[in-house]
T-cell receptor
Framework: AQSVTQLDSQVPVFEEAPVELRCNYS??????LFWYVQYPNQGLQLLLK??????LVESINGFEAEFNKSQTSFHLRKPSVHISDTAEYFC???????????FGTGTRLLVSP | EAQVTQNPRYLITVTGKKLTVTCSQN?????MSWYRQDPGLGLRQIYY???????DKGDVPEGYKVSRKEKRNFPLILESPSPNQTSLYFC?????????????????FGPGTRLLVL
């Protein structure tokens, strides 16, 4: 069965500290991988995506994620977080040949001063 | 501006009173989808549509209906809402992938509709 696991429901961190949000998916067949961000009281926005090519992808606001096929993971990292990064982050996978995105349960990133 | 719009944004209703949440996109996308978001469960797909008059069930279709009479609109209908349908609902759209036949990799989400069923 297709599934996406985000083990951490909440990650508290201090401002300027590094952070890693973990994401694992269930299958090793061809996939497209995404991280979406949801700021308080807003809809989902695409943060970054892996479709093919370089396994390391970056967003415009300093986040990066690395596709690891052998470990079926797509962890999200940022070397130094800001207060404004406080949001919920969803990992999502599209299995090629299937007509939907499968979402993880989300990780709430709480950045404190 | 390219966007997906949903109405209403907030709705409080009572058990059994039929309601419709509208979704409209101005990007000429073939693929549209409805999700519900619940704490601890993430987003789950309710229904999707590959094109006009083509709809199919997602993971949690019970208690919902959809229609796709026009390409731009994809309303979500709750014929007899129940309290367990209290949730945050998102509509999304994307073009169809030319080779894979499914939605393209990036879906565009609406702002969400927060529904409370008493």
């Amino acid at each position: 069965a297709q599934s996406v696991t985000q083990l951490d429901s909440q990650v508290p961190v201090f401002e300027e500290a590094p952070v890693e949000l973990r994401c694992n998916y269930s299958s090793s067949v061809s996939v497209y991988l995404f991280w979406y961000v949801q700021y308080p009281n807003q809809g989902l926005q695409l943060l970054l995506k892996y479709l093919s090519g370089s396994t390391l992808v970056e967003s415009i606001n300093g986040f990066e994620a690395e596709f690891n096929k052998s470990q079926t993971s797509f962890h999200l990292r940022k070397p130094s977080v800001h207060i404004s990064d406080t949001a919920e982050y969803f990992c999502a996978v599209m299995y090629t040949g299937f007509q939907k995105l499968v979402f993880g349960t989300g990780t709430r990133l709480l950045v404190s001063p | 501006e390219a966007q997906v719009t949903q109405n209403p944004r907030y709705l409080i209703t009572v058990t059994g009173k039929k309601l419709t949440v509208t979704c409209s996109q101005n990007m000429n996308h073939e693929y549209m989808s409805w999700y519900r978001q619940d704490p601890g469960l993430g987003l789950r797909q309710i229904y999707y549509s590959m094109n006009v008059e083509v709809t199919d069930k997602g993971d949690v279709p019970e208690g919902y209906k959809v229609s796709r009479k026009e390409k731009r609109n994809f309303p979500l209908i709750l014929e007899s809402p129940s309290p367990n349908q209290t949730s945050l609902y998102f509509c999304a759209s994307s073009p169809i992938h030319g080779l894979a036949g499914g939605p393209q990799e990036t879906q565009y989400f609406g702002p969400g509709t927060r529904l409370l069923v008493l």
